[in-house]
């Protein structure tokens, strides 16, 4: 039941993440969009959660390269996707990650960080969907 509870815990995790960026997404598509569904408020305000997002990330590269243990096992398998999907070592995605972190700040995301953010995005729903069958297997 532990290893229930803990495939649980992680798909839980990987779905409120997941859901954070994909409203970062959204968020992103709206501001170059003429149909704006979302007000001017709530860009800022989900575009403030990327912001948020791509810190913890950067964290967890930087603790990478430092070769420190790292706290959350999620967020290490996340960064280790993002590594392989992107092609950079972990030092040049702890840059990628800073600077996208900055533009989210100031509200104005660049091509290369929304590209980004698509591939994190599509990692975060494999890991996520593997940890749901896991789940779904040890039920039954």
């Known amino acids: 039941m532990t290893n229930i509870w803990l495939l649980s815990r992680e798909s839980m995790k990987g779905m409120d993440l997941l859901t954070i960026a994909v409203d970062v997404l959204h968020a992103c598509e709206q501001l170059s969009s003429k ?3 979302l007000s001017k408020e709530e860009i800022e305000q989900k575009l403030d959660k990327g912001f948020e997002l791509f810190e913890m990330l950067e964290k967890v590269a930087k603790d990478q390269i430092s ?4 706290k959350d096992l999620y967020l290490l398998m996340v960064v280790e996707a993002l590594e392989q999907a992107t092609g950079l070592p972990p030092s040049e995605l702890a840059q990628k990650l800073h600077k996208g972190k900055l533009e989210f700040k100031a509200k104005t995301p660049s091509e290369e960080t929304k590209d980004i953010l698509k591939k994190l995005t599509q990692k975060m729903m ?3 969907s593997r940890s749901v069958d896991a789940i779904s297997t040890a039920l039954h």
């Not at 070769?67 to 790292?70: F, I, L, T, V, W």
């Open 35 to 37: 149909e704006k569904v």
């Open 67 to 70: 070769k420190k243990y790292p």
């Open 126 to 128: 494999g890991i996520t």
